[in-house]
């Protein structure tokens, strides 16, 4: 990403999420490249996966996706990398899904299945089989993750990975303090050099070549498509 598109980023927050109105008019070509395990590319330290039912041995991405990350902790050493999530199956991202829609529609009871999915969508992507209509995830082209220290201490990016409750969960949130402004700006500048798009709606999630990475470069076509199941 050049300067005015990594600006770009970090100017974007919950009101500049792209619908799947936009996403859909991607055209996704699948380039076949493999799915590889993280850990064999960077040092990274992996979250715990609390309620994964696929449980393997580290996360799995996209080759070019572990070469690009490995280029940012190249860049922060002594500092490191935290993953909390990167390739999902489309069966885990259902089970992620509809647990989520479950809890909109309790704290939303007079909403209509429309407004149900789109606040849905903002924090869980809808599952697909579609090969035209990947779950980012689905794709090893996205990862959810943060910086910490040589100690393995988390920055402080003014809300914890996942917390959907948190009004500080986009990524230009308002309120935050000077502190956890500059961390995300550090964390969007450094993914952004290494081709990564951030999401407007989530401070930790990242994509390269997917349909998000694509849609929000105004470009027409995806490289990464849903990606095999490793843990098969």
Known sequence: MNEYQIQLMLSRGK??????????????RDIAEPLVKLVDYLDIIIAPRTGRFQEGETFWAREQVAKSLAQVAEEIFPNRIKVYDAFRSVAYQKLR???FR???CL????????Q?????FV????PSLD??????HATGGALDLTLVDSNGIDRDMGSRWADFESPFMS????????EQRGNRETLVTLMGKAGFMSYPGEWWHYSYGDREWAAYQGLKEAFYGRAEDPYK
Not at 116 to 120: L, N, Q
């Open 171 to 178: 990524t230009n949130a308002v309120g935050l303090t000077s």
């Open 131 to 136: 090969p035209q209509k990947p779950p980012a």
């Open 116 to 120: 149900i999915d789109e606040e849905t």
């Open 123 to 126: 924090s869980v992507f809808p």
């Open 102 to 104: 479950e809890k909109v």
């Open 15 to 28: 009101g500049d999420i792209l619908g799947l109105s936009v996403l859909d008019t991607i055209y996704v």
């Open 97 to 99: 899904y509809d647990l």
């Open 107 to 114: 704290e939303n009871p007079g909403w209509t299945e429309g």
